[in-house]
């Protein structure tokens, strides 16, 4: 659909008719290509210090519970939101749904206006196109985050974005206006990059507010990212419930300061180059990467193990201090088998239905229980933990090898001259998760010598080599 946009003039004015309040701070467009961003716009003696920077009121906070609010004057709202079922009962469900109709609304004309006008009708035609974000990226784009776990991350998303479009397009085709307006408009109609769009929004710009949860914030959404001593205002819920951005404490603005928010300190460069479309040019380390982890086909288990493991299919890499650590639920299940204690049956539940439950030493055990801490218990404690870390490694060194495999000298930049933002901060990505994975691996082989050095482990691997010489007995029946 089409989509046009205002200019940050217009947004200002936007600010005073709905109630925003600013203290000598306005949004600015940046020269350097990064968008809007929020600056100083008095001098420091004029400022109110006790005041927050911004306060925004409730009504303009959009969460799952406004969204649910709009419907109730909103037919259109209402009957998506409804058919589409359990999907908007979810804070993004919702969300994207209504600023769908946002988009939708402005890009109607005349009688063909869908959608009952709200101060965010127009909010969202200052919003910049998000097209630097990855599931926007070209094939060749893309191509360039082979042997990351970008790559991984970023198949997964774009699948699951077809998956609820089509579910979108299946739920709301025998609505007429949605036919009208949406499915048989041709190329003014809905498409799965307007899909893409709207989820872009979301992504980029929801914040966790305090006493809220995930929600979007008008304005001070167009506050940039900065971490460490260099976030400059804080983000929270005063106690009439408006949003506001205050001054951190101890910082001080001058006349033309940028008033920064953090995204999250924590975030891996992964997950800010997926969410927000870069990577913070200070940032010299990974920090996270979650690596996906298969069950050998091998195991007799393995549908019965991915069928109720709840836990997501992997594991997170994490930095800490000088080290590396890990954790992942589902890697302990991967670890364990039939012949250790694991088992699984088919029970009948009150209702009369049949019900996958999992066991351990015939004690059924719940699939949210933390496994680990089952088997900590265990005699063969030490030995579950060799082959943890004997099957973490192993996920490593192949991940490297698909980095090694896809060398960055096969990116020349002239390539990607239209497109350099990707190109560098894929390069960027690329050489932090080397060097976190390249540390894990260290840190793993390390384990894994202490625990062969285990009393317990030796007397498990010499029973298992004992078993093994001895010879198969004839069968005369």
Partial sequence: MRRDYLSKIDLETWADLNDVQRNGVYVHNAEDGKGKRIVVSSRPDSLQQTKPLVIVPPELILSLETVWVYAKSDRQLEEVLNVVGDYSRTARGAILIFLLLQVTHNASTGSDKVAVSTPWTQYVRFLPPEDTLPTFWTEEERALAAGTSLEAALISKLRSLEREFVHLRDSTSSIGWCQRRWWNAGAEGLNFDDWKGVDSMYRSRALDLPGTGHAMVPYIDMANHASGDDTVALYDTDVDGNAILVLREGKTLRMDDEVTITYGDNKGACEMLF????????????????????????????????????????????????????????????????????????????DGERELKMFWRDMEIARESNFRDLLKDEQLWDVFQLRAIATLQSRVEQQLLALEKVKASEFPMHQFQKSGYPYFHTMKLRELEEKLMLQANEDFAHKKNESLASQVVQDYLALANKKQELPAEDDFT
């Fill in 275 to 350: 969410s927000y479309g870069f990577i913070e040019d200070s940032m010299t380390s990974g920090l996270e990467i979650f690596l996906d982890l298969e069950i050998p086909g091998d195991d007799p288990l393995k549908l019965a193990k991915k069928s109720i493991a709840k836990f997501p299919p992997g594991f997170k890499l994490y930095e800490n201090g000088s080290s590396t650590e890990w954790d992942g639920g589902f890697v302990w299940i991967v670890c364990v088998n039939e012949e250790d204690g694991l088992d699984f049956r088919i029970l009948q539940t009150v």
